[in-house]
């Protein structure tokens, strides 16, 4: 399966996302390929079988989204200084969503730019993370605060990683699949109701049709101009949960979950969304044991942290709302009252 990337914005950046067994793949040129002990036990010797290169390096870096900063990204370059890489050399991400971004942005910075490659390993990152040229690190301040727009020269995806993965990195993607369902496509939601994900088959169809729709956004909109802010549905809530809790509490994809629900709880408030869908969208995250439950201490402070949010600009918070099951709406003159009314929702019960 082929889902091709070909950017509107420009006639040069076209790449090809590949849904398949991993081929084999040969480079004229020194490659690095960077990942994490989790993977490399499971995977790396399969990977090293299946690349050819003049030369091949392997960078592993500590595992988890703790780690997903700049002083890692300077490893990363150091390391790449150290196996004399050049402007035709190549990095190869080899993991996770995390993995992903950082050795993407680690490119975009090396000799002011050299070629990558995304091997994604876990679903999150096979449906979503890999594929758009999103690349970055945390900081104190947020989530992917530091980073730039750098496309991959391809993706990889094979669903044999997956087999590795633990339930909750499993379900962490089904959330950002859900995500584009609930945003795009109504009939795909409605599919996804009744979806076995641990059927091989079906499980690669729905890779297909998340990556699809991923690709037909960011051909549109690269660079988060218009459309492809809508892939931040349940984004502007989960980061704030995930700084609030330091990164360590919840996977990416279970506080976009949470997001979720606080993002769907806006739209129902706002008379956008009904409860019964909220409910239906509710009950699809949890089938797959997804956290849609979150205690806000402090409504203010989470309202703050809202400002630091890439997609908000000149003191204006954009929230990103269903409009209906398959249809979108991005909001950006919400009342404050009415956010915090929405928040104060998920605060301690008494």
């Not at 990889?156 to 369902?181: N, S």
């Amino acid at each position: 399966m082929i889902v091709p990337i070909a950017l509107a914005q420009t006639q040069t950046i076209r790449y090809d996302i590949t849904i398949d067994a991993l081929p084999q793949l040969t480079f004229d040129t020194n490659v690095v390929i960077v990942t994490n002990p989790t993977v490399a036990g499971f995977h790396l010797e399969t990977l090293l079988a299946s690349v050819t290169a003049t030369q091949l390096n392997v960078v592993t870096i500590p595992d988890g989204e703790g780690y997903k900063t700049l002083e890692t990204v300077e490893g990363i370059l150091n390391e790449c200084f150290e196996h004399k890489l050049d402007r035709k050399s190549l990095l190869i991400a080899f993991g996770g969503g995390v993995i992903g971004d950082m050795t993407g942005f680690t490119a975009s910075l090396y000799q002011r730019g050299i070629d990558f490659i995304q091997i994604p390993t876990t679903l999150l990152s096979q449906v979503d993370a890999s594929v758009g040229g999103k690349t970055g690190v945390n900081n104190q301040y947020g989530k992917n605060l530091i980073g730039a727009f750098y496309q991959p020269k391809a993706v990889y995806i094979d669903p044999e990683f997956l087999k590795t993965l633990p339930p909750r990195e499993f379900a962490a993607g089904i959330a950002e699949i859900v995500k584009m369902a609930v945003m795009f496509d109504k009939s795909y939601f409605e599919f996804l109701q009744s979806a076995d994900f641990t059927d091989e088959e079906m499980l690669k169809q729905v890779i297909k049709k998340s990556v699809e729709l991923k690709a037909w956004v960011v051909n549109q909109d690269e660079k988060e101009a218009g459309i492809r802010a809508v892939l931040n549905y349940g984004h502007t809530f989960g980061h704030v949960v995930e700084n609030e809790t330091n990164y360590t509490t919840y996977l990416h994809g279970e506080a976009v979950s949470i997001g979720i629900i606080m993002a769907n709880a806006l739209a129902v408030e706002l008379r956008m969304f009904t409860q019964d869908e909220a409910d239906e969208v509710k009950a699809l995250l949890e089938k797959s044991s997804l956290p849609t439950d979150y205690v806000i201490k402090d409504v203010d402070a989470f309202y703050e942290h809202f400002f630091l949010d890439k997609k908000s600009a000149k003191g204006s918070i954009k929230f990103i709302l269903p409009q209906g099951l398959g249809h979108n709406k991005i909001i950006s003159d919400i009342d404050e009252n009415i956010v915090k009314k929405v928040l104060a929702g998920f605060g301690e019960k008494k």
